[in-house]
């Protein structure tokens, strides 16, 4: 396995959250290189079972590795979230005891100049967490219209999305070759602390390429599915806009009314579903983050499948 790791991010917290016991059957939706993975195969052990998935081959050839002393207690899928329902037929597993979903990317593509992630160092116009069936960056480029770029940039609150998209298009198809970095010194935005005024650029353009929207979308919609009841879920975060995304569905299906406030009796037949374990979302320690920086924007959703 080489040099490459990735750090899971707020174990202990996931590991209170699912109590992993022997027996069980977990989900790891984002299983990257196994790190989380690991801990629940280890806490649940000599019989719990593990089925992963994850988008990115590569990272699923690493995890094969690193959990391969789990023999068939683990079972690993290379498929997204928009496809569960069939990875959970092929598995022959109806409902879980405990889900886990760890959004975004992995130290493994992030830190690859080649994967074309990050502006630290040039690296091709790709992001791609499935470069094996989905258009790169720069191929979306070719492609996209002005207003559905400046659409995906304003979602991210990137500051003069609509001029932005304009100046990457005109970049990008202007025929010479283009990098990361050359595509990172088109945003001009004010620098924000530590913040440096590309970052928001790349995750909306990051987001825009793996569909991160839709994909978190087609797996909150289903919920509580495919939890049994008593199950948990926890969900990681490292961005607003997919937290917002998670806690505001969380809290439909903990049965928040959505009747007018001015309505006498509940009318639009909320009913919960879930339970929200912990109010708001939990925060990685401060050790943790002093470890580890990329856990300082995690934020960690847990709830309790009540009926599926
Ligand atoms: C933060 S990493 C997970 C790291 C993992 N928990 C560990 O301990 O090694 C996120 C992983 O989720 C994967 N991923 C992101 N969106 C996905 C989706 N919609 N379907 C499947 N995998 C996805 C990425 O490819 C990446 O490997």
């Not at 202990?12 to 629940?40: C, F, K, M, Q, W």
């Amino acid at each position: 396995m080489g040099s490459i790791r990735h750090r899971p991010v707020m174990v202990n917290e996931v590991l209170t959250a699912l109590s992993p016991r022997p027996g069980g059957v977990y989900l790891d939706l984002t299983v990257g290189l196994g790190g989380h993975a690991r801990r629940i195969l280890e806490a649940s052990a000599p019989t719990g079972r593990l089925l992963g998935i994850d988008r990115d081959t590569r990272a699923l050839s690493l995890a094969r590795e690193t959990l391969s002393e789990f023999g068939s207690r683990a079972t690993l899928a290379h498929a997204r979230f928009s496809e569960l329902e069939r990875v959970l037929a092929e598995a022959g597993v109806e409902a879980v005891d405990g889900m886990l979903a760890d959004l975004g990317v992995s130290s493994l593509q992030l830190d690859n100049p080649e994967r074309g992630f990050s502006f630290q160092q040039p690296g091709p116009l790709d992001m791609r967490m499935d470069p094996d069936r989905d258009a790169s960056l720069g191929e979306r480029l070719r492609s996209i219209g002005l207003d559905e770029l400046a659409r995906a940039l304003g979602q991210a609150d990137v500051p003069g999305a609509r001029r932005l998209a304009a100046r990457i298009l005109e970049r990008a198809r202007s025929g010479a070759a283009v990098t990361t970095r050359d595509l990172a010194e088109l945003a001009t935005a004010p620098r924000t602390g530590a913040t440096h005024p590309a970052t928001r650029m790349f995750l909306a353009l990051r987001i825009l390429v793996n569909a991160e929207v839709e994909e978190l979308q087609a797996l909150l919609r289903r919920l509580p599915w495919p939890l049994r009841p008593g199950a948990r879920l926890a969900i990681i975060s490292f961005q607003s806009l997919e937290d917002r995304a998670v806690k505001e569905r969380l809290r439909e299906l903990a049965g928040r009314c959505r009747c007018p406030a001015d309505l006498p009796r509940c009318a639009c037949g909320a009913r919960a579903r879930l339970r929200l374990v912990s109010r708001r979302a939990l925060r990685p320690a401060a050790d943790e983050v002093a470890a580890n920086p990329r856990a300082r924007s995690a934020r960690l959703r847990v709830a309790e499948c009540l009926a599926a």
